[in-house]
């Protein structure tokens, strides 16, 4: 009895049939394809219905790149115009300032200028036409010395 217990219990090596495979040559040289049409219709009309998914695919993904990227052109081109629109302020400010016309009379006092006594301005005729030419002439300038 003690004997038998421990036989139960020990696993055989032997599963069953072991499997083995013999390599056998088949020769198909023989053989013919027969031509199915149904099938090489069939056939043809799946490559066609492919070719059109694959191009209606390729349309909308080429669309839809294109909106992505005329998006990112139009926020590209808003940002510059805001940038050009912020130096255009600036500009006009910094013309402004160089215009004032107290700020010129300081600098022409510092540089030994004069203001024009009368007679030696000769201003331009505004009621004529601007339109018709107008010769320039040489009017005589007095010149003062400011020393």
Request: proline content about 5%.
């Given at each position: 009895?003690?004997?038998a217990a421990?036989?139960?219990?020990?696993?055989?090596?032997?599963?069953?049939t072991?499997?083995?495979y013999?390599?056998?040559?088949?020769?198909?040289?023989?053989?013919?394809?027969v031509?199915?049409?149904?099938?090489?219709?069939?056939?043809?009309?799946f490559?066609?219905?492919?070719?059109?998914?694959?191009?209606?695919?390729m349309?909308?993904a080429?669309?839809?790149?294109?909106?992505?990227?005329?998006?990112?052109?139009?926020?590209?081109?808003?940002s510059?115009r805001?940038?050009?629109?912020?130096?255009n302020?600036?500009?006009?400010?910094?013309?402004?300032?160089?215009r004032d016309?107290?700020?010129?009379?300081?600098?022409?006092?510092?540089?030994?200028?004069q203001?024009?006594?009368?007679?030696?301005?000769?201003?331009?005729?505004?009621?004529?036409?601007?339109?018709?030419?107008?010769?320039?002439?040489?009017?005589?300038?007095?010149?003062?010395?400011?020393?």
């Amino acid at each position: 009895m003690q004997s038998a217990a421990p036989l139960s219990r020990r696993k055989s090596c032997w599963l069953g049939t072991p499997e083995i495979y013999f390599r056998k040559t088949i020769d198909n040289s023989r053989l013919v394809k027969v031509e199915d049409p149904r099938r090489a219709r069939e056939m043809k009309y799946f490559g066609l219905a492919l070719g059109c998914l694959f191009l209606l695919v390729m349309g909308f993904a080429l669309q839809h790149f294109r909106a992505i990227e005329y998006g990112y052109k139009i926020e590209a081109l808003r940002s510059e115009r805001e940038g050009l629109t912020e130096m255009n302020r600036a500009l006009r400010l910094e013309e402004a300032s160089l215009r004032d016309p107290e700020r010129i009379d300081v600098m022409a006092r510092k540089l030994g200028l004069q203001s024009p006594q009368p007679g030696q301005v000769l201003r331009m005729d505004a009621a004529s036409d601007a339109a018709t030419p107008v010769m320039a002439s040489v009017a005589p300038v007095a010149v003062v010395s400011a020393r």
